[in-house]
């Protein structure tokens, strides 16, 4: 069965305390591995796609980095505006562009 | 471009009442998505559709129902609410797997609050 497992469920970081997310996933054929943000009350905001184990993308403060049974996003020097709850999915190959998503990381960053 | 819209934005029902919640996207999506979100756990598929006219099962679709009529609007149709239905609902839509890779992210809607009493 596929399944996309995150973690920590919550994290708190001083601004300027750069730290990593995880994102764990097993799917029978990895089309893509997706990150989006989402702020309260709004809808997902796409952030990156990647499609291969060893691909990495970034913009601004994120970087995510893709394995073949994980991704990371890290974030560097994090500033309060980057505090989201951040979500991860998957598409397996096949189908119908289905996505499998995580249950997402709150991060929360102080000045 | 608006994007992804939906209304309403907040609606509260009794149980047994009925509601359809709009989705309207102007970007030219092949395909477009239904989904829940509840507290704790990943976005949940409950209907999608590759194209007007068509609609297909996603993975909770019990309780709802959807039309896609024109390819621009996919509605969600809740016949007789319960309170297990008590959630936010999002649209999304994208282009179809077959064009080019690397433009197959969904793109989502601002949400519907949705409380069934």
């Known amino acids: 069965e596929d399944q996309v497992t995150q973690s920590p469920e919550a994290l708190r970081l001083q601004e300027g305390e750069s730290s990593s997310l995880n994102c764990s996933y097993t799917?029978?054929?990895?089309?893509?591995l997706f990150w989006y943000r989402q702020d309260p009350g709004k809808g997902p905001e796409f952030l990156f796609t990647?499609?291969?184990a060893g691909e990495e993308k970034e913009k601004e403060r994120l970087k995510a980095t893709l394995t073949k049974k994980e991704s990371f996003l890290h974030i560097t020097a994090p500033k309060p505006e980057d505090s989201a709850t951040y979500l991860c999915?998957?598409?397996?190959?096949?189908?119908?562009?289905?996505?499998?998503f995580g249950a997402g990381t709150r991060l929360a960053v102080h000045p | 471009n608006a994007g992804v819209t939906q209304t309403p934005k907040f609606r509260v029902l009794k149980t047994g009442q009925s509601m359809t919640l709009l989705c309207a996207q102007d970007?030219?999506?092949?395909?477009m998505y239904w989904y829940r979100q509840d507290p704790g756990m990943g976005l949940r598929l409950i209907h999608y559709s590759v194209g007007e006219g068509t609609t297909a099962k996603g993975e909770v679709p019990d309780g709802y129902n959807v039309s896609r009529l024109k390819k621009q609007n996919f509605l969600l149709g809740l016949e007789s609410a319960a309170p297990s239905q008590t959630s936010v609902y999002f649209c999304?839509?994208?282009?179809?797997?077959?064009?080019?890779?690397?433009?197959?992210?969904?793109?989502f809607g601002p949400g519907t609050r949705l409380t069934v009493l």
């Open positions: 999915a998957v598409q397996a190959t096949g189908g119908y562009n289905k996505l499998i």
């Open positions: 990647l499609y291969s």
């Open positions: 999304a839509s994208s282009y179809p797997t077959y064009r080019v890779s690397s433009y197959n992210e969904q793109f």
């Open positions: 970007m030219n999506h092949e395909y």
């Open positions: 799917v029978s054929g990895l089309r893509g």
